[in-house]
């Protein structure tokens, strides 16, 4: 399982194998439908990781220790997947997985979770070319294995949307970044909050910060169309100009919806009601700085936008992007809330859960790929594939625990 270490330098390798990748999982020979690629946006989350692999009768590695190891572990499988499908096309099934749990569906999918293990403290551009290597490395972990379609989550899909040409020869292997489905997963959010707060969508300015990503363009063309004005933020002005002028420009746009841009947060942040959050950030150091009163702010990002130091008393915040399967979720090793880390059941980023929804409907194709291509259309056709396998809008939470059954959405974000 995983990729080769000869060539490593570093720490020394029986160390290295001792502490990580003795303790491994065993290999496997089923076949591969999908594979997920992500990494740890948090020291305490690569600790868990790597706990798992080494076992519990191996004492916790110290957190320095796992400091000075991590850098030197290649990608890799560290864990198998199996995804059950609600389908009723084909009368259903309720069975135990072969990884261990209970899968609900008239079918199920089996894949593979590879870690790049792109250390949390350099997810900066400082390391672009370093972590695009390791990147490129666990996508030839995944064709190795035969995966019919590969996943890219986190940093992996902001990495290598606009560099689909630096992946290696995939042979039968497909690779999407799963940023539309993200976009739909953020934009369901959205609205649900909208209705939770009783609020008008179509009344309401749009703020997007990181708007000149694929998945911050994505929402901007999903909601441009029912919204009164839409604030575009992000650091590039050129790109900023050319996505206000394709929404003037849109065929939606007869009563001339409000587009303005600017690549500062201080006049635009107080205007909007309504944030999408959604910046490609090394680390949680987002400041909105004063905002409306009840604003309803999406933080969509991997890692989190939003600094924990953001003085925010009255915003709605959750954590958008994130999918739920109902029809079960099995991991060998047992990493449930280790990789999904989340307070509800079998919920899974949608940049991971769109290469899932897809191998379950045998559709094994490159459904997001570049920046720039996703439409309400795309959107509307991925959150078709799936719904028909049991894959939702996750139950809204933010850093306080679940917001749906509380009038009260604001978090208190000094204690995060």
């Not at 740890?40 to 868990?48: L, P, V, Y």
């Not at 320095?64 to 198998?80: A, F, S």
């Not at 009164?228 to 929404?247: H, S, T």
Request: hydrophobic share 40%; glycine share 10%; with cysteine.
């Amino acid at each position: 399982m995983g990729c080769s270490i000869a060539s490593l330098a570093g720490p020394d390798r029986a160390v290295l194998n001792r502490a990580v990748l003795e303790p491994a999982a065993r290999e496997r020979t089923e076949a591969v439908d999908f594979a997920l690629i992500g990494h740890q946006e948090s020291w305490r989350a690569a600790a868990d990781v790597l706990a798992v692999l080494r076992g519990p009768e191996h004492t916790p590695l110290p957190d320095d220790e796992i400091k000075d190891i991590l850098p030197w572990i290649p990608p890799r499988t560290v864990c198998h997947v199996e995804v059950g499908s609600t389908s009723k096309s084909i009368t259903s099934l309720v069975g135990r997985s072969s990884l261990g749990g209970s899968l609900i569906g008239r079918s199920r999918a089996r894949g593979i979770y590879i870690d790049s293990f792109i250390p949390p403290d350099r997810l900066d551009g400082e390391y672009m070319h370093e972590n695009i290597s390791r990147v490129r490395a666990a996508a030839a972990c995944a064709i190795k294995a035969g995966a019919k379609i590969v996943s890219l989550g986190g940093f992996s899909s902001v990495l290598i949307e606009g560099n689909f040409d630096q992946l290696p020869e995939r042979h039968d292997t497909v690779f999407t970044t799963g940023n539309t489905l993200t976009v739909g997963l953020i934009v369901q959010g959205i609205r649900k909050m909208c209705a939770l707060q009783g609020r008008d969508l179509r009344r309401s300015t749009l703020l997007i910060v990181g708007a000149t990503g694929d998945v911050g363009s994505g929402c901007a063309r999903c909601l441009a169309p029912v919204v009164k004005r839409v604030l575009l933020n992000a650091r590039n002005g050129e790109r900023l100009r050319r996505l206000a002028a394709e929404l003037k420009a849109a065929a939606w746009n007869e009563n001339g919806v409000e587009v303005e841009i600017a690549t500062g947060l201080q006049h635009f942040s107080a205007a909007a009601d309504i944030v999408i959050c959604a910046a490609s950030l090394a680390s949680p150091s987002l400041l909105l700085g004063r905002i409306a009163p009840g604003a309803i702010v999406c933080d969509a990002g991997y890692p989190k936008n939003l600094s924990p130091g953001a003085q925010m008393p009255d915003a709605r915040v959750f954590f958008g992007g994130l999918g739920q399967i109902t029809g079960g979720l099995a991991f060998a090793p047992d990493f449930h809330g280790i990789l999904n880390r989340h307070p509800f059941p079998d919920l899974v980023h949608g940049c991971l859960l769109e290469g899932m929804a897809l191998a379950l409907e045998g559709r094994f194709e490159p459904f997001s790929r570049g920046r720039g291509f996703i439409t309400p259309q795309r959107v509307a056709e991925i959150e078709k594939v799936a719904a028909r396998h049991g894959i939702y809008l996750a139950p809204l939470y933010n850093a306080d625990g679940p917001v749906e059954n509380r009038l009260d959405c604001q978090a208190d974000w000094s204690r995060r």
